[in-house]
């Protein structure tokens, strides 16, 4: 058993089934995620016989790294073994944070057009271990500061993959994250970012309500339809819903909707009027994403004077606007630029390179 995959109410029924009591999961908890240990032995503060019996039953494995690049602002990034895939985490500086990008899935089944990760296909979910393991792994690479604190100070579910399908690894990580014996981040620095998969958002907000963010990327359902599959299955309409309920437990006030800047496809003047009629259904900040361009795809970039004319319509519309920084993309660590190496299981790469031919 690979106790990375257990939260903390896992590692309790764990411990429990092994004849030992619930304090000795929070023991091995706090070694585990707060001192970055993997092995039993150096755990010294338990019983000889405890960290023998654990030795026997249980271990702890994170994914091996299979390359580690910094970029020139600072940007790293780790591309990790998974088996026959292998996924991307993004550690982020900024002056008064660090944020972690992890990834969900290997792959990603959503075929967003925009995306890189989406042009590879789908090979397998994480496991919890394996996403919670970017966050292990990030914490012992990059130490602390000289304070002694983590330089992790948030974590962004906005890697590889819809986290939203794959809940059920996801919400352990989650919970991981919020644990005091754990990590201890505030829900408030702990971000799920979705497509928009309706039902599992409705869970989440029962079961984890942590920040969340949404890929919204076009204001209308048509030009949606085209960029992200997943919007005929959850058309707008029922997108909005879901946020509005969502916010009645979320730990902040407003959703963050995510909005990739496509040259002549959605940065119009029309297209920011119909993000202000959205901002006026559900309390929100837009987050205005230059695209970052990867290999063979369709898209350009719009140019920064209608980026900047878009952000001063919405914000002039009293809609709270920023845009994102691009940051790592010179090691394809930028927004939409995670590919990892997958073997796709979908044969859509098959059907991609049919259709350009």
Known sequence: MNLLDLDARGLADFFAGIGEKPFRARQVLRW?????????????????????NLAGKAFV???????DNTSTDGTRKWLLDVGASAIEAVFIPETNRGTLCISSQAGCTLACGFCSTGKQGFNRNLRTSEIIGQLWLANR?????????????????????EPLLNYEAVVPALNLMLDDNAYGLSRRRVTLSTSGIVPM???????????LAVSLHAPNDSLRDRLMPINRKYPLKELLGACRRYLDRA????????????DGL??????????????????????????????????????????RRFSDTLNAAGVTTTTRKTRGDDI???????AGRIVDRTRRTIRLARVEA
């Open 32 to 52: 585990i995620h707060q001192r970055g240990e993997h092995d039993f032995e150096v755990m010294s503060d338990l019983a000889r016989s405890l960290r023998e």
């Open 61 to 67: 494995q994170v994914p091996q790294v299979i390359s």
């Open 141 to 161: 690479f990059l130490g602390a500061t000289p304070r002694g604190e983590r330089v992790i100070s948030n974590v962004v579910m906005m890697g590889m993959g």
């Open 201 to 211: 958002m409705d869970r989440l907000r029962d079961e984890c309500p942590v920040a």
């Open 251 to 262: 730990p902040r006030d407003f959703v963050t909707f995510e909005y990739v800047m496509l």
């Open 266 to 307: 959605n940065d119009s003047a029309e297209h920011a009027q119909q993000l202000i009629e959205i901002a006026g259904e559900v309390s929100c900040k837009i987050n205005l994403i230059p695209f970052n361009p990867f290999p063979d795809s369709e898209f350009k970039r719009s140019s920064s004077e209608v980026i």
């Open 332 to 338: 394809d660590a930028a927004c939409g630029q995670l």
